[in-house]
């Protein structure tokens, strides 16, 4: 009980305690987010306050309790209510908040809290078009700002109601963008940009996107060949997104209207005619692209002439232009014979030959300037699968064309005074138009003056008939009346005298006759022409007429007559000159005058003493016989790129209607083969000389000595591709860096290339090993190779049927890539490698692989050779024990001597290999002479390094030796020395061309002991005292190219005196 008690007074006693100072903050305010409108909470929980109050931004918050109309209300808690969150410019509930709770004590604040009303506009600031479209693969994106709001919201984008996650296509970007890249069809769908905040949440108007795919064919439309008559179909179906529309086009002239019509996208075409055969497109096409397919219709069927070549007539300088119309299918080859004896004279679409070219389409032949030469008979061919026609033309063409003839001339007359004269003058000009005018002369040794109706005299009148009318005739009137035609082609006149006599009387009308008829050539031959002719139907029997002939030719000024008096409707004119063109007129005679002249003949031409001695009806029935088809070409085959076999057959009996064929060729470029075979028994014939890879068209002209028939039908087909007939050229090699050359060459022609150029092999060779390369383009980047070879290079151009002829071989010296990259770097230098002898190669390969194994074998002994113990100046030729063993040594030549080994300072002394190598320390040294009987003259030339140029400038460079040192053994190298060294020439103070260190020096008896020749004491020549030795003076010589050498001086001979060398001690060197 008592412990009870004790605990509840301290109890008491702690919160009186407690209660005892500033109030405690148990609950803070936190920061909130509320929207406009709703209420909002505020939480400050603080024991032992007595009184708690807010404040905002600094300021005491009016509460409800202060002002009943405040919208704040304090609670009992301490926390701040709101009944309405406001945000208004005039009042607004945003802003940062804190309470503060005090008593008697003091007061404590509460942590800031902010107070945030959550706004959200309805309008978003950007989004994307309600409806859009793309292609598939593209990359598009639909932007999407959000509206204003408070705070930021939250955005997020909806397809068809779903959320958009991000993959590695789709994405939405920090600003609220939906990027889809590479977009597919599969993306068509709804889109809608949604906002959201703790205002609410909008959503953007959808977007409707559209991932179009571009048209494909399922089925495309294929070649077609038809009779003529039937209904053709040409399939074409296809797919995509949206459905693409279908159209049908022909690319080479206009549709078939009436004909034609679309099902189910296929082109349906009715009763087809050789019209409608042509290039017909389908195209398929939507919003995402466009898809064509063609097809080729062929309507088969005979070729037909629907016109024909005219005859014509032109003067000599002017244009003359055939005409002529074939129709068919497929579309017939219209090609154009001229009037030459040569067989190729044949013009086909396109081209020309001398002044004489054809249309493009081949329906027009134009001849420019024509020539009395291009007169003739020019035939119109046209020749397809279904067979041939054939049109033909005459083409007359005349220097210049007759002058004009008098129809109807004045006659004499006699009028009395006062009366009316009338003169006719009616003229005939067929080849221009003739100008008429009167002139009047008082008698014939009087000068003439026209007569003009335009005059003062009134009596004169001039009607458009071309007579002269004059009324009132006076006696001054008569005199001489001319009528004179002049037109551009010539002159013509007549004459009549006008009489004026009071007792004359009067005239009565003369009634002239009728002309005949147009005259008709019947035959002609070099110097006769027969014609006929018919008499005009208003001639009488009674009349008694006669006719007469009139002709024309080239240099006469006027018409001739040929025959004044002919009874009959024929005439034959003879007295004509050959190869001449004559024109000819008839008039009707009778006792009251002639008539009017008939129409002039067409120009007629004697025939040429050169030509074929054929009669005219001979002719005509050739031509009737052959104007049918009388051969069909069966077969082409190919038996070769350059050959093709033809065979045909006749249709009927040609024992006499056909002498040959003529078998045609024609390129695609115009090129005309023609080749005869006589004999109407011929069925085949094999065409060489053709060009590989050409499109070609074969047809065969039956003939009858130079009548030349219809046409048969054709075959056409392109050759076989071939090898190219030539190597490319200009083969160039560039070094570009160590082991790579750019190869370049001249590309071939389409000519040489003799079919598709596929590329070219190039083939590089060493050593007969070869690599082979194919490349597209006229150049090759060989790599790889290396710097020590020979390569040769070759280039052939490759077609289909394979490789052509290699170029020649160009030799590529690998060695080279040094030193033209060194070049290279100054300019980009071209290598150009010319072809080398083959015995150079097999010479120079030899020597590099002696030189690279000697090099092996010597850098090998000289890294055998041990460190040198010795000062560095001893030479290494004295310390190795194999070269110079205890009892004997060897000289520089390998010889062994009876001497004893030299002393150190001989070593030290003597010629070396060293000195050999380094050319300061050039020494003369001989090889001492073995022991002979008998000994002949010798001689014998070393080669040393010429003096080395900085030994002027320094301490002479001397030889180290180590491990990988120089060290020479010459006696496996240098030929053996003489017998006997050659003695010093007493004679000669200074060695010829010779040079040391220190510029000349002379040469003495005391000379050095590196020579091994000088008077040493201690050395005796190891020779047999009685022999009796004679040498060569040998002397030092300075070539031109700086190899010093020792050369035996001519016709100079020094005794020497050989002895036995005595038993000493070994040699001491005299040199310190």
Not at 120 to 137: H, I, K, N, P
Not at 784 to 812: E, I, K, N, Q
Request: net charge negative; aromatic share 6%; glycine share 6%.
């Amino acid at each position: 009980m008592a412990v009870l008690v004790c605990v509840v007074v301290m109890a008491v006693v702690m919160v009186a305690g407690h209660q005892e100072g500033p109030p405690v903050i148990k609950e803070h305010p936190s920061n909130m987010v509320a929207r406009r409108n709703d209420p909002a909470t505020l939480n400050c929980a603080a024991s032992g306050a007595a009184r708690v109050r807010w404040f905002r931004d600094g300021q005491e918050v009016v509460t409800s309790t202060q002002d009943p109309r405040s919208h704040r209300v304090l609670l009992p808690s301490g926390s701040l209510f709101f009944l309405r969150v406001t945000s208004s410019r005039r009042d607004s509930d945003t802003g940062t908040y804190w309470c503060v709770a005090s008593n008697s004590y003091g007061a404590t604040r509460s942590n800031n809290a902010t107070l945030t009303v959550a706004t959200l506009a309805y309008d978003f600031q950007s989004q994307a078009e309600s409806t859009m479209r793309a292609r598939v693969g593209d990359s598009l994106t639909l932007p999407c700002r959000p509206p204003k709001a408070t705070p930021a919201p939250e955005l997020s984008w909806l397809r068809d109601g779903r959320q958009v996650t991000n993959s590695s296509r789709v994405s939405v970007t920090e600003e609220g963008d939906l990027v889809i890249s590479q977009a597919v069809q599969e993306d068509s769908a709804t889109y809608v940009c949604r906002a959201r905040n703790a205002a609410g949440t909008r959503e953007s108007q959808p977007t409707q996107l559209t991932v179009m795919t571009p048209p494909w064919f399922e089925e495309r439309p294929t070649n077609v060949t038809a009779p003529s008559g039937v209904v053709v179909n040409l399939a074409c179906g296809a797919q995509g997104s949206p459905t693409p529309a279908v159209t049908w086009r022909r690319l080479d002239g206009k549709m078939p209207l009436g004909r034609v019509k679309i099902e189910d996208q296929r082109l349906v075409l009715e009763r087809v005619a050789t019209e409608d055969s042509g290039v017909y497109m389908c195209e398929v096409e939507n919003e995402a692209g466009i898809a064509t397919a063609r097809a080729t219709l062929t309507v088969v069927d005979a070729p037909e002439l629907t016109q024909r070549p005219q005859d014509l007539q032109v003067m000599a300088g002017e244009r003359a232009e055939f005409s002529c119309r074939v129709k068919g299918g497929p579309e017939p080859l219209v090609v154009w014979r001229l009037p030459t004896l040569d067989r190729t004279a044949l013009l086909t679409p396109g081209h020309s030959r001398s002044h004489a070219s054809v249309s493009d389409d081949g329906l027009n032949l134009v001849i420019e300037e024509a020539t009395t030469q291009d007169s003739g008979s020019y035939r119109c061919w046209g020749v397809s699968n279904g067979g041939g026609v054939s049109g033909q033309a005459e083409l007359l063409v005349v220097p210049a064309h007759p002058p004009p003839v008098v129809g109807i001339g004045p006659q004499d007359l006699m009028v009395a005074p006062g009366s009316v004269a009338s003169f006719p003058c009616e003229v005939v000009s067929e080849a221009a138009e003739a100008t008429i005018s009167w002139w009047y002369r008082p008698a014939v040794h009087l000068p003439a003056r026209q007569v003009s109706q335009h005059s003062t005299d009134s009596r004169i009148s001039l009607p458009d008939n071309g007579a002269l009318i004059l009324k009132d005739v006076r006696l001054d009137d008569a005199g001489i009346y001319t009528c004179q035609a002049t037109a551009d082609t010539g002159t013509v006149e007549q004459a009549a005298v006008l009489r004026v006599d009071h007792n004359a009387e009067v005239l009565e009308p003369l009634l002239l006759p009728a002309p005949p008829t147009k005259p008709r050539l019947l035959a002609v031959n070099q110097t006769a022409v027969q014609l006929s002719w018919l008499p005009n139907s208003q001639v009488s029997e009674e009349s008694g007429q006669w006719y007469t002939v009139e002709y024309w030719r080239q240099g006469w000024d006027e018409w001739r007559v040929a025959d004044a008096a002919i009874w009959k409707e024929s005439s034959v004119v003879s007295h004509l000159t050959p190869g001449h063109t004559y024109t000819f007129l008839v008039r009707a005679v009778t006792n009251r005058g002639a008539s009017f002249p008939s129409p002039w003949s067409d120009p007629i031409t004697t025939r040429s003493p050169r030509d074929p001695s054929l009669t005219v009806n001979q002719v005509r029935q050739a031509r009737r016989r052959l104007s049918q088809p009388r051969v069909t070409l069966t077969d082409a085959a190919v038996t070769a790129p350059d050959s093709v076999l033809l065979t045909w057959d006749f249709l009927a009996s040609t024992d006499e209607a056909v002498e040959g064929v003529l078998v045609y060729s024609v390129g695609e470029d115009g090129a005309v083969q023609v080749t005869t075979v006589l004999g109407a028994s011929s069925s085949s014939h094999l065409l060489h000389d053709l060009r590989p890879n050409t499109p070609y068209t074969f047809f065969i002209v039956p003939f009858w000595h130079s009548v030349e028939g219809t046409p048969s039908n054709s075959y056409s087909l392109t050759t076989p591709e071939d090898v190219p007939a030539a190597a490319p050229g200009d083969v160039r090699v560039t070094v570009r860096e160590e082991g790579s050359v750019l190869i370049r060459w001249s590309s071939v022609s389409p000519e040489e290339a003799r079919g598709e150029l596929l590329g070219y092999q190039v083939t590089i060779s060493h050593n007969g090993s070869h690599t082979t390369e194919t490349v597209a383009s006229p150049w090759l980047e060989a790599r790889g190779l290396l710097p020590s070879r020979l390569y040769t290079v070759r280039v052939a151009a490759l077609t289909g049927a394979g490789p052509g002829p290699f170029s020649d071989p160009v030799l590529l010296d690998a060695h080279s890539f040094h030193e033209v990259n060194t070049a290279e770097n100054d300019g980009d230098s071209m290598v150009y490698s010319q072809p080398q002898p083959a015995w150079l190669i097999y010479l120079l390969i030899p020597l590099v692989l002696l030189l690279v194994l000697a090099t092996l074998v010597y850098v090998r002994r000289l890294r055998l050779k041990a460190p040198p113990s010795n000062p560095p100046h001893a030479p290494a030729l004295y310390q190795d024990p194999s070269i110079y063993p205890d009892h004997h040594s060897v000289n520089m030549y390998g010889e062994r001597k009876l001497w004893p080994p030299p002393s150190e300072s001989d070593k030290e002394s003597s010629l070396s290999s060293t000195r050999l190598l380094r050319p300061d320390q050039l020494v003369n040294e001989y090889a001492e002479p073995r022991v002979q009987q008998t000994t002949e003259p010798y001689a014998t030339t070393a080669l040393l390094a010429p003096p080395s140029p900085r030994l002027n400038h320094g301490a002479p460079w001397r030889h180290h030796s180590d491990d990988s040192g120089v060290q020479v053994n010459w006696a496996a190298i240098l030929p053996p020395p003489p017998a006997c060294p050659p003695p010093l020439d007493p004679d000669q103070e200074e060695p010829v061309g010779g040079s040391n260190l220190q510029g000349p020096r002379k040469v003495s008896s005391a000379a050095s002991q590196y020579d091994n020749m000088g008077g040493s004491e201690q050395y005796k020549r190891p020779c047999d005292a009685d022999s009796d030795h004679t040498y060569d003076v040998y002397t030092q010589v300075t070539p031109a190219d700086g190899f010093l050498t020792f050369n035996t001086l001519q016709d100079r001979k020094v005794h020497a005196d050989c002895h036995p060398p005595p038993p000493t001690d070994p040699p001491r060197s005299n040199t310190h």
